[in-house]
């Protein structure tokens, strides 16, 4: 410059009228947008653009186009001046045709009537560049610029060489509806499915070699009960009923017990398997019960008189709220014979439960519907079965109590000086119940702690925040509470609740801090104050795996979190918006680089109802003070009933929800 000094620029007032379109190679002196040229300067003393205009980041080109992997672009090119003046350069971004030729201008700024981005002064020879702002260029799409220098006084007389640039593509776009603000709410009972149990049962006794020889020396499983009587019980394994056996079983089961159930979902599951919820069990295994009877002759020969075969089930039903629950014992009559193979009548017999629980747990006698007492004639075959009401009290000294049920069971016929005994067996390790009074001394309940209970967030009243669980579950390694991957979620109750003091919120601090989506959320984040009670709303910031959880990335590993992150920053980033009335989608944020899908936390920008709407009852029902009874670390799983259809597995995550 002829004075070698800058001259300051002058931009022009906002809202200026944009003159789009103008000659790509026209003079940069045509369309001033870094200020005025001065007339009667030395031509030599111009400044110059380089020649090698670059886009960003990452800065790297595939077939001579710029990668860019955010619509924040920065553009960058070097400047010169003759003069060793400070200069700067005017960025210009056009669309491109079919043949990759410059075709339309893209207003990138208000400041000027040319739309063109001028970056700040720098010295000669180094760089200049500017970053385009978000929402002036769109995912997907390729673009050229070129550059132009000003030193305060002079421009170049022709643009640089142009510089072809393609933003990436989106990664996420999940398409959703409207949200429903009079959606019901989700009936979480729906969701509970049977999770299969294992209980302590004694080993089954190997087969008779013949009729009369005893299955186990006396004492294991036989007892001589007087008058020259033996009696054995033991237990057999489900397989040693036959299909028929097992299917006559369950049918007589289903038949007898669908109005006499403790609760309806059992008699539609299989004889062979023991089942249980969080507060329900039913044990289905039907582990055979064999009775025999054996007589001891004059001459020392024993012979076997008759033997029963039964199949049993057990079912128990918890109370959240009570420490005192009810089990019930069904017994099913599948065989009767003599030492022959024929029909005996060496009885009657009567099987006698005797069920109890430990420690600290009281139980009731048994009430009976049925009579506990067979002809063994082959002609009786009805079912019977005993209620017992038990009290667990151990949570009157501590606030957490084990309790484990014993079930053993007695047998006798006339004439037998004592009953003989068999073993059931115990509920360790599945079956074993839990009673508490950690939310409030004065309400202790009662759950099957080995069940994972299943929470499922409301998706017709507020769809972005369940799609943004749905693909942070799916798509990340960690997946934090899918089922399918047995990854379940860990509870993380408020910070007197826990083993170290930590509070939740905390957490919550790490991924979203306090303002971070009014100062740092995507803008186009959509808000719903029209679906709110005060019409008010704002953007917020919605973080998962939940704060409330070890999966947070925002609970320290030193206190057992398992995907410690520093920021929020390093989560995978989205928003959700309205496309049109009726049509959401969550987004993947372009403004920043692609997810690599080895993330272990997502933060995504949407509605502040329907971000907190969307854990409306939660923990609720599932802390300790609700039906479910979570107490620290017990673990859960989330589900997205409502995206079984979509695909996770591949690079970019498209799906319509609800499926078309």
Request: hydrophobic letters at 30%.
């Given at each position: 410059?002829?004075?070698?000094?800058?001259?300051?620029?002058?931009?022009?007032?906002?809202?200026?009228?944009?003159?789009?379109?103008?000659?790509?190679?026209?003079?940069?002196?045509?369309?001033?947008?870094?200020?005025?040229?001065?007339?009667?300067?030395?031509?030599?003393?111009?400044?110059?653009?380089?020649?090698?205009?670059?886009?960003?980041?990452?800065?790297?080109?595939?077939?001579?186009?710029?990668?860019?992997?955010?619509?924040?672009?920065?553009?960058?090119?070097?400047?010169?001046?003759?003069?060793?003046?400070?200069?700067?350069?005017?960025?210009?971004?056009?669309?491109?045709?079919?043949?990759?030729?410059?075709?339309?201008?893209?207003?990138?700024?208000?400041?000027?009537?040319?739309?063109?981005?001028?970056?700040?002064?720098?010295?000669?020879?180094?760089?200049?560049?500017?970053?385009?702002?978000?929402?002036?260029?769109?995912?997907?799409?390729?673009?050229?610029?070129?550059?132009?220098?000003?030193?305060?006084?002079?421009?170049?007389?022709?643009?640089?060489?142009?510089?072809?640039?393609?933003?990436?593509?989106?990664?996420?776009?999940?398409?959703?509806?409207?949200?429903?603000?009079?959606?019901?709410?989700?009936?979480?009972?729906?969701?509970?499915?049977?999770?299969?149990?294992?209980?302590?049962?004694?080993?089954?006794?190997?087969?008779?070699?013949?009729?009369?020889?005893?299955?186990?020396?006396?004492?294991?499983?036989?007892?001589?009960?007087?008058?020259?009587?033996?009696?054995?019980?033991?237990?057999?394994?489900?397989?040693?009923?036959?299909?028929?056996?097992?299917?006559?079983?369950?049918?007589?089961?289903?038949?007898?017990?669908?109005?006499?159930?403790?609760?309806?979902?059992?008699?539609?599951?299989?004889?062979?398997?023991?089942?249980?919820?969080?507060?329900?069990?039913?044990?289905?295994?039907?582990?055979?019960?064999?009775?025999?009877?054996?007589?001891?002759?004059?001459?020392?020969?024993?012979?076997?008189?008759?033997?029963?075969?039964?199949?049993?089930?057990?079912?128990?039903?918890?109370?959240?709220?009570?420490?005192?629950?009810?089990?019930?014992?069904?017994?099913v009559p599948v065989d009767f014979k003599?030492?022959?193979?024929?029909?005996?009548?060496?009885?009657?017999?009567?099987?006698?439960?005797?069920?109890?629980?430990?420690?600290?747990?009281?139980?009731?006698?048994?009430?009976?519907?049925?009579?506990?007492?067979?002809?063994?004639?082959?002609?009786?075959?009805?079912?019977?079965?005993a209620t017992f009401t038990h009290t667990a009290s151990g949570?009157?000294?501590?606030?957490?109590?084990?309790?484990?049920?014993?079930?053993?069971?007695?047998?006798?016929?006339?004439?037998?000086?004592?009953?003989?005994?068999?073993?059931?067996?115990?509920?360790?390790?599945?079956?074993?119940?839990?009673?508490?009074?950690?939310?409030?001394?004065?309400?202790?309940?009662?759950?099957?702690?080995?069940?994972?209970?299943?929470?499922?967030?409301?998706?017709?009243?507020?769809?972005?925040?369940?799609?943004?669980?749905?693909?942070?579950?799916?798509?990340?390694?960690?997946?934090?509470?899918?089922?399918?991957?047995?990854?379940?979620?860990?509870?993380?109750?408020?910070?007197?609740?826990?083993?170290?003091?930590?509070?939740?919120?905390?957490?919550?601090?790490?991924?979203?801090?306090?303002?971070?989506?009014?100062?740092?959320?995507?803008?186009?984040?959509?808000?719903?104050?029209?679906?709110?009670?005060?019409?008010?709303?704002?953007?917020?910031?919605?973080?998962?795996?939940?704060?409330?959880?070890?999966?947070?990335?925002?609970?320290?590993?030193?206190?057992?979190?398992?995907?410690?992150?520093?920021?929020?920053?390093?989560?995978?980033?989205?928003?959700?918006?309205?496309?049109?009335?009726?049509?959401?989608?969550?987004?993947?944020?372009?403004?920043?680089?692609?997810?690599?899908?080895?993330?272990?936390?997502?933060?995504?920008?949407?509605?502040?109802?329907?971000?907190?709407?969307?854990?409306?009852?939660?923990?609720?029902?599932?802390?300790?003070?609700?039906?479910?009874?979570?107490?620290?670390?017990?673990?859960?799983?989330?589900?997205?009933?409502?995206?079984?259809?979509?695909?996770?597995?591949?690079?970019?995550?498209?799906?319509?929800?609800?499926?078309?």
């Amino acid at each position: 410059m002829a004075n070698g000094t800058a001259a300051a620029v002058q931009p022009a007032p906002t809202g200026v009228h944009f003159i789009p379109n103008p000659d790509p190679d026209g003079a940069p002196s045509a369309r001033p947008a870094a200020g005025p040229e001065r007339a009667g300067l030395v031509a030599a003393s111009r400044p110059v653009s380089g020649k090698n205009p670059q886009a960003g980041p990452t800065f790297t080109q595939t077939s001579g186009v710029w990668n860019v992997d955010r619509t924040t672009t920065v553009l960058r090119n070097t400047v010169t001046d003759a003069d060793g003046d400070k200069a700067n350069l005017t960025f210009e971004v056009y669309t491109t045709d079919a043949s990759g030729n410059p075709k339309d201008q893209v207003k990138l700024t208000d400041d000027n009537p040319y739309g063109a981005l001028v970056s700040p002064y720098v010295g000669s020879g180094t760089t200049a560049e500017v970053t385009v702002p978000y929402g002036k260029l769109k995912p997907g799409t390729t673009y050229t610029f070129h550059t132009s220098a000003y030193d305060g006084s002079l421009y170049e007389t022709t643009w640089s060489p142009w510089a072809k640039f393609r933003i990436r593509s989106r990664s996420v776009d999940i398409k959703l509806p409207e949200p429903d603000k009079n959606a019901p709410k989700v009936d979480l009972d729906a969701y509970q499915e049977p999770q299969e149990g294992r209980r302590n049962v004694p080993d089954p006794e190997p087969p008779l070699a013949s009729p009369n020889v005893l299955p186990a020396p006396l004492g294991k499983g036989c007892t001589d009960t007087g008058n020259n009587t033996i009696h054995c019980l033991t237990m057999g394994e489900p397989g040693d009923l036959t299909k028929d056996q097992r299917a006559q079983v369950q049918k007589r089961l289903r038949t007898t017990t669908d109005a006499d159930d403790l609760f309806e979902w059992c008699h539609n599951l299989l004889v062979g398997t023991d089942y249980f919820k969080r507060t329900e069990a039913c044990l289905k295994k039907a582990t055979p019960i064999h009775s025999r009877t054996y007589s001891k002759l004059p001459n020392g020969e024993i012979i076997q008189v008759g033997v029963a075969t039964f199949a049993s089930m057990i079912q128990m039903k918890l109370d959240p709220a009570s420490t005192t629950f009810q089990q019930r014992f069904w017994l099913v009559p599948v065989d009767f014979k003599d030492f022959e193979g024929g029909l005996s009548e060496w009885g009657p017999l009567t099987m006698t439960p005797e069920f109890s629980c430990t420690p600290q747990c009281s139980t009731s006698a048994p009430q009976w519907t049925g009579a506990p007492t067979w002809s063994t004639t082959g002609t009786d075959w009805h079912t019977a079965y005993a209620t017992f009401t038990h009290t667990a009290s151990g949570t009157d000294t501590s606030n957490v109590a084990s309790v484990q049920m014993i079930w053993k069971l007695w047998g006798t016929t006339p004439g037998t000086l004592e009953k003989w005994a068999g073993n059931l067996g115990t509920s360790t390790p599945d079956l074993d119940i839990r009673c508490d009074k950690v939310a409030d001394p004065a309400k202790p309940g009662c759950v099957f702690s080995e069940y994972k209970p299943t929470w499922v967030m409301n998706f017709k009243k507020y769809p972005p925040a369940v799609a943004h669980a749905w693909l942070i579950q799916s798509k990340l390694p960690n997946h934090p509470g899918s089922k399918a991957a047995g990854k379940p979620m860990l509870f993380l109750p408020k910070a007197d609740k826990n083993a170290t003091n930590h509070d939740p919120e905390d957490n919550r601090k790490v991924i979203c801090p306090d303002g971070w989506a009014a100062k740092s959320g995507n803008p186009d984040a959509t808000t719903v104050p029209e679906l709110t009670p005060n019409n008010k709303d704002s953007a917020s910031c919605d973080e998962f795996a939940y704060a409330a959880s070890y999966n947070s990335g925002g609970m320290p590993a030193a206190k057992g979190g398992l995907n410690e992150v520093t920021s929020g920053d390093q989560c995978v980033q989205t928003y959700a918006t309205r496309a049109t009335q009726g049509e959401w989608h969550l987004y993947d944020d372009i403004r920043t680089t692609a997810p690599t899908w080895k993330e272990v936390c997502g933060r995504s920008t949407m509605s502040g109802w329907i971000n907190s709407g969307s854990m409306a009852g939660f923990p609720g029902n599932f802390s300790a003070s609700g039906k479910f009874h979570l107490l620290d670390k017990d673990e859960y799983w989330v589900a997205f009933p409502e995206f079984a259809h979509c695909d996770a597995s591949k690079a970019t995550v498209t799906c319509t929800v609800p499926k078309p």
